[in-house]
């Protein structure tokens, strides 16, 4: 069974981006990025997944501008087989990317797709269920656990209250949830051994796909300044600021 994991190519998630003077969106030029971290997760379970002897082979995928190629790299440290890179300088909204996925998921017959529950960037949570629709294959949203049982695949889900277990049949999609796994350190050999492996490169052409964007951003805000707090002496002198100044209790 092949698994297909896309990953996105996102700004690092220790950087403060800033808005940029126009409000178009946020500066990005000159900034540290990196592999969406629920996408490295999700290839940390495909990876564990082949080394239990469930999958055969795990290709990662990005859509977007050449440079996704090094994250695609970091992927195949990690332990992907191969990757394919979606080639374009579009800006890719969810939908757009859900059928680049398809498309390729028509070509590859993966048994899963393990993609990240969101982006971090734009925040969608949307491509996973766009693909499901897609694809009309079954989906778990959001897995804290995956097992293969029985040629089905069980995915535990962190639900409000417990926890919910579903039993999917295959092909499916899977999204990841931050504690599904902790994802393993790159190791040197593993980047050197990752240059060698085979990365095909398409555009969205060649995969019959219009990836125009549907939503136009309208404008984009800094969060409103906050300014900082101050230590009170004790209960008392809380509960009085709270009564007299902020006028909550
Ligand atoms: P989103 O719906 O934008 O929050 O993204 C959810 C997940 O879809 C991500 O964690 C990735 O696994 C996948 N994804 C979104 N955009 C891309 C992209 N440009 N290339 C590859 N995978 C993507």
Redesign the pocket.
Known sequence: MKVL?????VVDYNVKVRVKSDQTGVDIANVKMSM?P??EI?IEEAVRLKEKGFATEVIA????VTQ?QETLRTAMAIGADRAIL?ETAVE?Q?LA?AKL?KALADKEQPGLII?????ID???????QMLAALTDWPQATFASKVEVVDGRVQVTREVDGGLETLSLQMPAVI?TDLRLNEPRYVTLPNIMKAKKKQLDVFKPEDLGVDVTPRIKTLKVNEPPKRSAGIKVADVAALVDKLKNEAKVI
């Not at 995928?61 to 977007?64: A, P, Q, R």
């Open positions: 994991v896309p990953v996105k190519r969406n629920f996408d999700a995928v990005s859509c977007g996704c979606v890719l969810p990317v996925l993609l990240g529950k969101q982006a734009d925040d969608c949570n949307q491509t996973g999204t």
